[in-house]
């Protein structure tokens, strides 16, 4: 059992950067596979990227590649999400989720914990 959420959206001009942070309580983050997905209005949950529990094996979608990074700090039980280069269609609901599964998954049903999210609007 794990809480997470996520904090670090904002209203952003498009080429800004933010940090997406995912707090979790509960049972220690070192313990779960953790993954990023976003969100527009109307439309599917979209991954975005993923790490392992030791934070040795990230990955990241190919929309996103190359301008968003994953990390996490286990002492801190936190999760990041740096996106640079932010683009009006960057804009949605971005959440965290953990997985509690040894196979590293970019499908939303393969996680068992889920944040609120947190909202991400890039001006043009």
């Known amino acids: 059992q794990v809480q997470l959420v996520e904090s670090g959206g904002a209203l952003v001009q498009t080429g800004g950067s933010l940090r997406l942070s995912c707090a979790a309580s509960?049972?220690?983050?070192?313990?779960?596979?953790m993954g990023w997905f976003r969100q527009e209005p109307g439309k599917e949950r979209e991954f975005l990227a993923l790490?392992?529990?030791?934070?040795?094996?990230?990955g990241i979608a190919n929309s996103v590649k190359g301008r968003f990074a994953i990390s996490r700090d286990n002492t801190k039980n936190t999760v990041y999400l740096q996106m640079n280069s932010l683009k009006p269609e960057d804009t949605a609901l971005y959440y965290c989720?953990?997985?509690?599964?040894?196979?590293?998954?970019?499908?939303?049903?393969?996680?068992?914990?889920w944040g609120q999210g947190t909202q991400v609007t890039v001006s043009s």
């Open positions: 790490i392992n529990w030791s934070g040795g094996i990230p």
């Open positions: 509960g049972r220690t983050l070192s313990a779960y596979n």
């Open positions: 989720a953990a997985s509690s599964s040894s196979v590293l998954s970019t499908r939303l049903t393969d996680y068992d914990y």
